[in-house]
């Protein structure tokens, strides 16, 4: 019988966490569960996902011939489409449908998805030959399949490290536009109930309210019967090339026994030193109208290692606006976030420490795609769907999803009338009022445990 709870996996550097299952004869109430849960996410916290040097062995070439040049869109529909059976997979928040190809790449077959944007509604519609849910929070889960793996992706502007309201102490975390999803959207996970679940959001969020979002998630998997695992991993380390930490949080269903109980999250192959850099996916002849002057100043970078993100001038704090963003980066590290807000600048391929600083070259798209390693027809198969059509307005109370698709623009009109902008804030108070309901009375809990 076991009487650890949290586990912890050292392995080239690389720490997993775990919260195994608990003793039969425990309850899940106990305020110990609360102890366990804080010590894993401490851990986590003071641990970052970097593999050694020594493992970085997977080559460009394998990168290229199976993912960018190998891999097509139209490879992936055929997926989705080819008979027999395969692992049913949900997908909300879709979004770009990033999650989704390489849920396809690997074997599952797509039964349902949520994606407000109607463009990109369009474009799942095409990839998996099924409709597309709109609202996530107003889907009747009650008559859909409860699949095998569920993919959670919940927008992260609310508990990222640059957005402005986490910088400048405005509402934010569970409090924000949208971080409420990341608490409300365990509704849709306890109706499916399905046998893995994936929650991915931004690394800060442990930073956030001294990570009481992140708490309440993994005390309601908990609650669910799921053994949750947990860690901070780096995109670099898996081969994109962009300056990235996730909180990935992996639920598996105790009816999967050990299987679940043992999952350990994978190990990238790259190092920080043994690295992709931007400088191996930027386009080879720049186009000057992306050519940039600003008033930069130079500074020291972080870090110089090809696995980190170098930051060589800036001309302003934060990250700036997509149309101009404050940093400059130097092409032998990584590739900044691009974000929905966000894009990101490099120096000339040319520039060197000491070098006179001032101009600087927007990353376009293209360059982004194939940081993230998407098959080369990604941006020509999704443009098709970018055109802006009638009724194209967001469904529900998200804000705009784009990811890397910040610079592909659409130029939507009013979301409406003065009545359908009066009913979307009421939709949008009443979710904050049940989110801060249910949220409230964990917090009161956890600080009963406490002793607070």
Known sequence: MENE???KLSMNNLVCFSLSKMNDDCHRDDPSDSHHIKEVMKDILEHRAAP???EAFVTSNVILEGFREGGSMEVLKARQRRNGPAYSYISLFTGGMLGMMSALRVGFKNVMSTEIIKP???AIKDLTGIGCHGDTFAVDYSSIHSPCYMQVTTECPDYARGSTVVREGMLHGVDGESGWQLILVMEPISQLMPLIVEIEMVANALAIHDGKEVAFVMEKLHGLKYHVHAAIVKMQSYGDIIGKERLVVVGCHECLGEHGRNHRI??????DVVSFCARDVIEKSLDESNARYFDDKEIAPLSQMAGDLQVVARKGYGQG????????????GQMPTMTTHGNGRHQPPDWKEGDPVGKSYMFTMEDASRAQNLPDDYISYMK????KKDGDEDEGSKGNRYGIWS?????YGPIGDEHSR???CSIRHRRNTRCQNEFGTFIHSRREMDGI
């Open 52 to 54: 050694s040097a020594e």
């Open 321 to 332: 606006f997509s149309a101009s963003p404050h940093a400059s980066c130097n092409l032998d």
């Open 5 to 7: 709870r949290t586990e």
């Open 384 to 387: 098709r769907f970018v055109e």
């Open 422 to 424: 009066v009913s979307r």
């Open 407 to 411: 610079k592909i623009r659409i130029c």
């Open 266 to 271: 994978p190990i990238g192959d790259y190092s």
């Open 120 to 122: 990109f509604k369009r």
